[in-house]
């Protein structure tokens, strides 16, 4: 008998190439209605824009409605998966990011980028490190076999330390590269795409389970969501690559340059926990999701929080964008390469 091979789903399965089409549209769109989306740039509030604030909401909200705030009680019973999702993420990622980001920006890019520019392309770096993967690690999990009920346990657990961790982590980070950090806005960040997210999913999920029924809520309403988080996803790229058409157009050299060291940590990471995970006796389906986890980032938090700190124009939010453009064809990689090397 042969096994069913797993599949990735339609849109997920084509999310690079949905990504580069929405990059070409808004890049297209940023040059010929150029007026309009300096229009669309201006509607701020509390230096946030309200356009791509909206959709980054539509993007988190349906990723905060399926965590299971009851299963994270059980984390004591099979703790390691779980200590070394949080040290890789928490004690390693952002710091070997901010080095990468370092080491090409602000050295090896020298030639190409502008110096007075290098500190926002590592600051886009180091917020999109400091940010770990929420909805798309249950893709990734699925398709390497993991251990769902556990893979949401290190998901949760992850969602909830983002509340107390990414804003110290941030801001030590920044200030080590000597970038002026804008601490309210920073928090004020946090509290709108995750607090109040997180808070709206739970209550929402309390009030579904309670008149509808969990199997109601789990096979009937998420599954209507999952395209909603992608929609809003190609719709803020479309948005951030007019805001960006310009400075693209005129160095479109830059994509590769921001990709590369982006790439590399996405790999160093991998394998930093997945040999990690197999020397403390990880079982395979805790073990792979730990490092895509790790590997994989919370592109839409690191989206928001750069064009908050940085604007729409920036280079940090360009750096956040990119990642989005680079991440499923490599992840897809790595989860080939855990599969091949299943134990």
Not at 139 to 151: E, F, I, R
Not at 270 to 286: C, E, M, Q, S, Y
Request: glycine share 4%; net charge positive.
């Amino acid at each position: 008998m042969t096994e069913n091979k797993k599949s990735i789903a339609f849109f997920e399965r084509y999310l690079t190439l949905w990504v580069a089409l929405c990059i070409g549209a808004g890049i297209l769109l940023g040059n010929i209605a150029e007026e309009s989306m300096n229009a669309l740039s201006k509607m701020e509030m509390y230096k946030v824009n309200l356009p791509i604030a909206i959709l980054i909401w539509l993007m988190i909200y349906p990723m905060m409605l399926q965590i299971d705030f009851s299963s994270i009680r059980n984390v004591r019973k099979r703790p390691k998966g779980i200590i070394l999702t949080v040290i890789v993420n928490w004690l390693i990622k952002p710091f070997t990011m901010a080095f990468f980001a370092w080491i090409f920006f602000d050295k090896m890019y020298s030639a190409w980028i502008d110096p007075s520019l290098a500190g926002e392309y590592i600051a886009g770096a180091i917020i999109l490190g400091a940010a770990p993967c929420t909805a798309m690690v249950f893709v990734w999990s699925y398709l390497t076999d993991g251990d769902p009920n556990y893979t949401l346990v290190q998901v949760s657990v992850n969602d909830l330390i983002i509340l107390v961790a990414f804003v110290p982590i941030v801001g030590l980070l920044l200030g080590i590269t000597d970038i002026l950090i804008p601490y309210d806005t920073l928090i004020s960040s946090v509290v709108i795409f995750v607090v109040i997210p997180l808070v709206a999913g739970w209550f929402s999920q309390m009030w579904f389970v309670k008149t509808r029924g969990r199997e109601w809520f789990e096979t009937k309403l998420l599954p209507k969501f999952k395209p909603v988080s992608i929609i809003a996803l190609l719709a803020t790229l479309v948005l951030l690559f007019a805001f960006q058409g310009q400075n693209i157009m005129s160095n479109p050299f830059i994509i590769l340059l921001v990709a590369i060291p982006l790439i590399l940590q996405t790999y160093f990471i991998f394998f930093i926990t997945w040999f990690a995970g197999k020397k403390i006796n990880l079982p395979h389906p805790v073990c792979a999701p730990a490092a895509m986890i790790g590997a994989s980032n919370f592109f839409e938090l690191a989206v928001a929080v750069a064009i908050a700190l940085f604007g729409l124009h920036s280079p940090a939010a360009l750096v956040t964008v990119v990642g989005v453009l680079v991440e499923v064809p490599v992840m897809l990689s790595l989860v080939a390469l855990a599969n091949r090397w299943k134990y």
